[in-house]
């Protein structure tokens, strides 16, 4: 890895800032010094690295919680964002590096804030990694902070070391004893896991004591009872057992005598209920019998709807075609003719005479033409000339109004700017301070923002105070709650140990077995039954839907005959309609036309033509739709009759297929009872009686229901165990949490004193710097009780003088910006002046060209009339004479038509009127033929009956038909039902009733169940007593083994504990760390040799002492103490150069910095320091110097100088002596 550029702006005190280390006069030195004084910004230069590199710096890492204002916003203490300068918008640092793959990369950080504004919150970082020889972005954000880490073969831990020696750290290292050494070299190798592993099992081993004391606490706490006790519980439990079998034997009894009473109870309530149900059906169906009887006629008619239907429409055709035969005779169009002949002679001479008049005017015409046009040019070049003249002279009017008022503003800003200028000269200490504001208002922003921090870091300890109290308070009161909630765990887990040995003995698999036999054995019966009612319901069902089936074959005979006739009426009336359009299509019409009065006709041969026509007319027309309304009716009765025979086979298949569905599903109904005899003859012996299966029952839902309660309390009792448990656990967290937040507290208010300290000391530095800058005594005195108030109004007062200056600049600007422009207009207003002269001139000439045309082309015409419109006169006079000829032989024509048509129409009229009688003879033929058979089935039908039956809309007898159908239906069912009931009551009379009354017994019953509940409470409760005691006995059985189990675990911990463990990890970390130095040392001994033949380091013994070894004095081993302070900085350098290497591994890093330890150097130290910087960047490597002592400036040729300038900034310089 190897650094190539810097470049930084706005970060800290650099502006701005490039550090080139590929160009002269760095590229050609291998040692070079970044020089400058206390706090100009040298240490920035290493921040700008780590930034660009990994986001953050060494000297931001040791606050990651509180968080501070920042210029209106809140950030963590350690946020890299905090040396963005203050009053700027936007910040970067950004390094050009090759990476360990040998290409050249380029590396940015960059923050802003919003809407590029001072005042704007401060955004997020940005990171983002460059290919340098094409530019490509490679990653942003967090990936980019993996890919660098990849290119630089260095996280930020091992940079630090590697790259920013920490050679001060050494050198208190050397004169350290063995504990402090351990502990710098732990925190200069990244190793603090060593230190952990040592807490981590001193940790283990008191958690292992602690556990195993609290185990055998626990087994002391288990108690047993005695053996005269546990021989006692035992005999009165067998006594319990031996009360309950007796009290179940006894309420067995007496529920079976019970159950003989609620049987008959409800089979009585059964016959009364369906009893009342038959008589209120039998009266339902005598209250409505006349209706029910209507409605079956009305269904019957339906069968002949559609003849009434035909003969209706039959007529009605019948009717108009008479009166259309009426209403033809009665026409006669001779004398209409005549006189159109007449009309069409006179109208012939007028358009002849149109046709001259027209002619005769062509010459004048066209010359009226030529003279408009000539006109319009003159007007329009005048039009032109008129409306530039007026343009010309508004512009001209502009200019002028311009021109004064250039004038007049220049007088206004010259006395503007001389006003100013006074102003300014009354204030010259304000004026200096304004030249460098941005710099001194930065320190100003630093002293405030001080101020705040050291505010809100007292108020800060005023508030921890009490929560540390309380934090103390809430962990004494956490350690008994633990306690407590592990004894309620266990005292639970022995309640539910016994309710399982209870459910135990209940088989719940085969009581629901038992219970699924009897419930199948009650349903079979019940099944049996409801299969005898369906059967008797289906059979009626049969009987009706045969009786639909023979009526519905009566109906569809009916609907074909019907559909014949139709048929036949249809292709009559499209045989009519076809000759009708044949007599009247285009091609006779044409043969028409071409007939002439005194010449043979080439079909006929007749030498009069009264029909010739030569279009068909509206009366052909006419009869064209007669014949048409006629085809469609007998189209639309066709249909009807077909819907009507669909209807009837659609609904003679539905019969069909219901009487075939009751047939099969009255075959399933036998095959069902068959199946469920054979079922009933299946079960068990147990079962046979059907009396006792209520008993039965009884007593297996008992049982169940003994298994419900008992898996009901286990749930109850797993609940409890859960949120006993849960509350244990959350004892056990808030115990913790009080611990942490105990050491949180202290920790925080140990960083808050070290926080104020340093801002004190801030304060102080920035207070000296305002001072220099700014010595006015009345501002200063203010600023010392007011920080805030007094920025602010020395921001007022430096803004307010920063306007005047611009002001001043400004109006100088303007009044030079303005001359030039005055100048300008003046001349081009002589120049509008001018224009507006010479287009007057050929305004007036363009005027008396054009009245010298109008004058000529009026003597032809009018001036308000045009060429167009005078031959427009003409022309429709000739047209509207032509229209009105054709419009006489048009009407000629249609005359001629009409009087053809009307004797074919009459002649077809004659003939449709015969047909449509003959049918009507038909239909009435045809329904006399049905009213005679459906008479013999229903002696009150005729024909006037029939007709007041079909206009009876279906909704108003189908309804009637249904309900008829339900309560027939509904009566069988109800019978057949009361006589199985009837039935079932005298077989359960046979057998013998109880001698006790229903009311003695249920007394008894209850007395039973009271007994048998206190019963199961004593069993309950001397159960659980001995099953408490019989787990006790386990549990310490059990305890035994795992109390062996635990103090093996602990003599392993403790020995453990005994080699390496300690509460601070000491013994772990020293032990670690002596390896640690030894190959620290190795490393070391590498440098230091090209630094210095005379020395080696050695380690002395196993410990961590460290020994010098002079080569000088035959290998003489002596005290790192003896050292000289230039020997000791050789030795530190080296063993910095080591950790270096120790940390990059196989990284091969060609750029160090070093910046602490020159400074407490004397003169001859630091010249040997020299010595061996020189001999450093031998090896080929860049090293950079850190430093503000003037002999190392002198001594290093190449430096980067950081100048310190007024107002907090500095500037970067690279120079070369």
């Not at 760095?26 to 700008?48: P, Y």
């Not at 009435?924 to 229903?938: M, P």
């Not at 007394?1003 to 206190?1014: F, K, N, P, V, Y």
């Not at 006995?1033 to 103090?1047: P, S, Y």
Request: glycine share 4%; with cysteine; net charge negative.
């Amino acid at each position: 890895m190897k650094i190539l550029t810097i470049k930084i702006q706005n970060l800290a005190s650099l502006p701005t800032a490039e550090i080139d280390f590929t160009t002269a006069p760095l590229k050609d030195t291998g040692l070079f010094a970044i020089t400058g004084e206390t706090g100009a910004g040298k240490s920035t230069m290493l921040d700008a690295i780590c930034l660009a590199f990994y986001g953050k710096t060494a000297r931001l890492k040791s606050d990651s919680k509180n968080k501070v204002e920042f210029n209106g916003d809140d950030i963590k203490l350690n946020d890299p964002r905090h040396l963005l300068r203050r009053g700027t918008v936007s910040g970067f640092a950004e390094v050009g590096f090759i990476g360990q793959d040998g290409e050249q990369y380029v590396a940015r950080w960059q923050v802003a804030r919003a809407r590029n504004k001072v005042d704007g919150r401060i955004k997020d970082a940005e990171h983002l990694v460059l290919r340098l020889h094409d530019e490509q972005v490679l990653a942003q954000k967090s990936k980019a902070k993996q890919l660098l880490q990849q290119l630089l073969g260095l996280n930020f831990e091992q940079f630090t070391r590697a790259v920013l020696l920490a050679q001060h750290d050494f050198a208190a290292f050397l004169k350290a004893n063995a504990d402090e050494r351990a502990q710098l070299l732990e925190c200069l190798t990244g190793t603090e896991q060593f230190s952990h592993v040592g807490k981590a099992i001193y940790e283990a081993h008191k958690g292992k004591l602690d556990a195993l004391d609290r185990f055998k606490q626990k087994i002391g706490d288990i108690v047993l009872l005695s053996d005269e006790e546990l021989a006692d519980r035992q005999a009165q439990l067998e006594q319990l057992n031996a009360q309950q079998n007796t009290l179940k034997t006894e309420l067995k009894v007496t529920e079976l005598q019970l159950a003989w009473y609620i049987t008959k109870h409800k089979l009585q309530q059964q016959h009364d209920e369906l009893a009342t149900e038959v008589s209120e059906t039998e009266a339902e169906l005598s209250k409505h019998q006349s209706e029910f009887k209507r409605a079956k006629l009305a269904l019957v008619v339906q069968q002949i709807s559609d003849n009434r239907e035909q003969k209706s429409q039959t007529q009605q055709v019948l009717q108009r075609s008479q009166e259309a035969i009426q209403a033809l005779s009665k026409i006669d169009l001779k004398p209409q003719i005549a006189s159109q002949e007449q009309e069409l002679k006179s109208a012939n001479a007028a358009v002849s005479s149109a046709q001259e008049a027209l002619i005769k005017q062509g010459p004048d015409i066209l010359r009226v033409r030529e003279l408009d046009g000539i006109c319009a040019e003159h007007f329009a070049l005048a039009e032109q000339h008129r409306s530039q003249l007026t343009q010309l002279q508004s512009a001209e009017k502009n200019h002028v109004a311009e021109h004064q008022a250039l004038n007049s503003h220049i007088q206004s800003l010259t006395t503007q700017h001389d006003e100013t200028k006074a102003l300014l000269a009354k204030q010259p200490a304000l004026f200096e301070i304004t030249e460098h504001w941005q710099e001194i208002n930065e320190v100003l922003q630093q002293y405030l923002a001080a101020f705040d921090e050291k505010s809100a870091i007292v108020g800060a300890q005023q508030s921890i105070d009490p929560q540390l109290k309380a934090a103390q308070a809430a962990l004494q009161t956490a350690e008994p709650k633990c306690k407590e909630f592990e004894q309620s765990l266990e005292q639970s887990q022995v309640e539910l140990t016994q309710i399982q040995r209870e459910l135990a003995e209940l088989d719940y698999e085969q009581l629901q077995f038992q219970k699924s036999q009897v419930q199948k054995a009650q349903q079979a019966i019940v099944q049996q039954t409801q299969l005898d009612n369906e059967l008797l319901q289906l059979q009626t069902q049969i009987d009706s839907l045969r009786h639909q089936q023979h009526s519905a074959n009566a109906q569809r005979k009916d609907a074909e005959h019907q559909d014949e006739l139709t048929r036949q009426q249809l292709l009559i009336t499209q045989d009519n309609l076809h000759q009708v359009k044949l007599r009247a299509s285009d091609n006779i019409s044409a043969l028409r036309a071409q007939l002439e009065h005194g010449k043979e006709c080439v079909v006929c041969g007749a030498t009069e033509h009264p029909y010739h026509v030569e279009h068909i007319d509206t009366h052909w027309q006419q009869l064209i739709n007669d014949f048409e309304s006629q085809y469609q009716a007998a189209e639309k009765a066709r249909a009807q009759t077909q819907t009507r025979y669909h209807e009837v086979v659609s609904y003679l298949e539905q019969i069909n297929g219901q009487l075939q569905a009751s047939l099969q599903q009255n075959a399933q109904i036998v095959q069902k009872q068959k199946v469920n005899k054979a079922l009933l003859n299946e079960l068990p012996p147990t079962f046979a009686d059907a009396s006792k299966y209520e008993l039965q029952l009884l007593e297996i839902e008992e049982r169940l229901s003994r298994y419900s309660v008992l898996s009901k309390a286990q749930q109850q009792k797993f609940q409890a165990q859960q949120e006993l448990q849960q509350q244990l656990n959350t004892a056990h967290a808030a115990l913790s949490r009080h611990q942490a937040q105990v050491q949180e507290y202290t920790q925080l208010l140990t960083s808050k004193a070290q926080r104020n300290e340093e801002l004190l000391r801030l304060s102080k530095s920035l207070k000296v710097r305002i001072t220099e800058v700014y010595s006015e005594p009345l501002w200063l005195s203010q600023f010392e009780l007011e920080p805030h108030n007094a920025t602010e109004t020395l921001a007022n007062e430096v803004q307010s003088q920063q306007q005047k200056i611009s002001q001043l600049n400004q109006l100088g600007q303007n009044i030079t910006d303005i001359q030039p422009k005055l100048h300008a207009k003046e001349q081009l207003l002589a120049q509008v002046k001018q224009q507006v002269a010479d287009v007057s001139v050929l305004l007036s000439q363009q005027v008396t060209l054009c009245d010298t045309t109008k004058s000529k082309r009026a003597a032809l015409l009018p001036l308000e009339q045009s060429a167009d419109q005078w031959q427009q006169q003409l022309q429709a006079s000739e047209a509207a004479k032509k229209a009105r000829l054709q419009t006489q032989k048009d009407k000629l024509q249609q005359l001629l038509k009409e009087q053809d048509e009307h004797a074919i129409k009459l002649k077809h009229l004659t003939a449709q009127c015969q047909e449509y009688q003959a049918v009507l003879d038909d239909n009435h033929t045809r329904f006399l033929t049905w009213l005679e058979g459906a008479s013999e089935q229903y002696n009150e039908l005729n024909e006037a009956l029939v007709n007041e039956l079909l206009l009876l809309q279906k909704s108003q007898w189908q309804p009637l038909i249904e309900q008829a159908q339900t309560l027939e239906c509904k009566l069988v069912e109800k019978r057949s039902q009361l006589q199985h009931v009837d039935k079932n009551m005298a077989e359960h009379c046979a057998v013998d009733s109880p001698k006790p009354s229903q009311e003695t017994l249920n007394e008894h019953l209850e007395s039973l169940s009271q007994q048998q509940e206190a019963l199961n409470g004593q069993l309950i409760t001397l159960s659980v007593s001995l099953q408490t005691h019989h787990d006790n006995v386990e549990k310490i059985r059990a305890h035994q083994d795992e109390l062996l189990r635990m103090q093996n675990d602990y003599e392993n911990w403790h020995l453990l504990n005994r080699l390496l463990g300690d509460a601070t990890g000491k013994t772990m970390r020293n032990l670690a760390q002596t390896q640690t130095l030894k190959i620290l040392l190795h490393y070391a001994n590498h440098h230091l040799s090209s630094l210095s033949r005379r020395y080696r380091l050695t380690v002395i013994g196993q410990s961590l002492e460290i020994a010098i070894v002079d080569r000088d004095m035959a290998d003489e081993q002596r005290s790192v103490n003896t050292l000289s302070g230039g020997e000791s900085f050789l030795v530190s350098l080296a063993l910095a150069l080591g950790l270096a290497s120790l940390s990059s591994n196989q990284v091969q890093i060609n750029s160090l910095f070093i910046d602490e330890g020159f400074g407490t150097l004397d003169p001859e130290t630091l010249s040997v320091a020299l010595d061996a910087l020189d001999a450093l960047q031998s090896q080929g490597r860049k090293v950079g110097v850190i430093s503000h002592v003037a002999q190392m400036t002198e001594r290093v040729a190449t430096q980067v100088q950081i100048k310190k300038q007024a107002g907090g900034y500095s500037t970067v310089i690279t120079h070369a002596s």
